[in-house]
Nanobody, 123 residues
Framework: QDRLVESGGGLVQAGGSLRLSCAAS????????MGWFRQAPGKEREFVAA????????KYGDAVKGRFTISRDNAENSVYLEMNSLKPEDTAVYYC????????????????WGQGTQVTVSA
C-alpha cells in the first residue's frame, strides 16, 4: 500500500524559510508525479507545486512562484519543498500527493496523500 509521510513544518517569522520533506513508500516512485498542496482554515485545498517523475518538469501555483522550489530525490524516494520569503498567508497544512501519471498538476490526478504538516508564519 502506498504511503506518504510529510515532515518539516513549524512556526516561522515572515520572511523566513522552511524545508518540507515527504518520504514515500511507493512502487514505481520515479515514474510518477509528486505534488504539494495546502489548505488553510476555512479554505479549499490549493495547488502549490508539482514535479514529474524524474524532475524534468515542474509547475508552481501563482501564489508561491519565485519563492518556493520543489525537488525530488528518487534514490531516497523523497520529495521536498523549499519555501523562502514566507508570508503570513502561506500559513496552512501542507500535503504531499502521489500522482497517477509521469506528470500532472491536476488535484484530481493525485490519489494518495500524506497526513499533512502544519506551517505557521507569524507577521
Amino acid at each position: 500500500q502506498d504511503r506518504l509521510v510529510e515532515s518539516g513544518g513549524g512556526l516561522v517569522q515572515a520572511g523566513g524559510s522552511l524545508r518540507l520533506s515527504c518520504a514515500a513508500s511507493v512502487r514505481n516512485f520515479r515514474s510518477l508525479a509528486m505534488g504539494w498542496f495546502r489548505q488553510a482554515p476555512g479554505k479549499e485545498r490549493e495547488f502549490v507545486a508539482a514535479i514529474s517523475g524524474n524532475g524534468d518538469m515542474t509547475k508552481y501555483g501563482d501564489a508561491v512562484k519565485g519563492r518556493f522550489t520543489i525537488s525530488r530525490d528518487n534514490a531516497e524516494n523523497s520529495v521536498y519543498l523549499e519555501m523562502n520569503s514566507l508570508k503570513p498567508e502561506d500559513t496552512a497544512v501542507y500535503y504531499c500527493g502521489l500522482g497517477t501519471y509521469y506528470y500532472t498538476d491536476r488535484e484530481a490526478d493525485f490519489i494518495t496523500w500524506g497526513q499533512g504538516t502544519q506551517v505557521t508564519v507569524s507577521a
